[in-house]
């Protein structure tokens, strides 16, 4: 996602070159073992013809359905999106909903202490987030709090598929024990999104945010099939019932791309 300086991907998620290039390369394979085990289409796997992942002018990744009215898809806003930071890359999809994702991992800061090291960030986030970090605990309890409240207002800001944070500290997340999470924008509840924290193995976690494809950035909403919805229509896409992240090795993943070329047809 593209950002205004100061960069709250490059400066938390600051990891060495060589892994994160392989981490974007898993991210990319995900993406294709996301469209060949729930797109199911039925044509060659990778032809230009039917489909071609595209990214929108803030990065967005989507999927470009050319032939879409031809494929019988039921649903109208099929979009994905990917997370990378740590020891996990990750994928979430929706059939309406917007969807956003963010994996962070609890690094210690190098080379300056936590409490320096969240002060560079804390424009983000309201006075009462900021009070929740700072008065945390420990050095380690303040950084795990601020990655949570972070990875929260990231994925919110990668639903949209906009790049601008600008304005984050007016998105509040209130929780109980990081469950029941729910956010207000200036003091108004946002009833029409839904938002999860989940823990991922050690000292990883991953937010996961849902919301209307009217609140889409306009390269993005674009993109989409359909954006106005009936409250019933929506509500349906809204409280869908949620599946639990299915673990996978690189092994396994190339299993499965292997299966979607092995599948296709030979001319």
Not at 39 to 46: D, E, G
Request: hydrophobic fraction near 40%; include cysteine; glycine fraction near 4%.
């Amino acid at each position: 996602m593209s950002s205004p300086s100061p960069s709250p991907s490059s400066h938390p998620k600051n990891t060495p070159l060589l892994p994160d290039r392989k981490r974007a390369l898993i991210s990319r394979m995900l993406q294709y073992a996301l469209l060949y085990d729930l797109v199911k289409i039925n044509k060659p796997f990778f032809s230009q013809h039917n489909f071609i992942i595209q990214r929108t002018s803030q990065a967005k990744p989507f999927l470009d359905l050319l032939d879409y009215d031809k494929l019988g898809l039921t649903f109208p806003n099929f979009n994905f999106n990917v997370s990378h930071h740590g020891d996990y890359v990750a994928i979430a999809s929706e059939p309406l909903c917007l969807v956003g994702i963010d994996i962070v991992s609890f690094d210690m800061p190098q080379g300056e202490t936590v409490a320096e090291f969240i002060q560079f960030f804390s424009s983000y986030f309201s006075t009462l987030e900021w009070e929740n970090i700072v008065n945390a605990g420990t050095s380690n309890d303040v950084l795990i709090q601020f990655y949570r409240y972070w990875s929260l207002k990231e994925a919110y800001v990668k639903a949209m598929g906009s790049g601008l944070i600008e304005g984050l500290n007016k998105v509040e997340f209130s929780h109980t024990n990081w469950t029941n999470i729910s956010a207000t924008m200036d003091g108004k509840v946002m009833a029409l999104w839904r938002f999860w924290l989940i823990e991922l193995g050690e000292r990883h976690c991953a937010a996961i945010a849902r919301g209307p494809p009217t609140s889409a950035d306009i390269s993005y909403k674009s993109t989409l099939k359909k954006v106005d919805f009936t409250e019933d229509e929506y509500n349906i896409g809204l409280h869908l019932p949620n599946v639990d992240f299915v673990e996978q090795s690189v092994e396994q993943l190339v299993l499965i791309l292997q299966k979607a070329f092995d599948s296709e047809p030979r001319g």
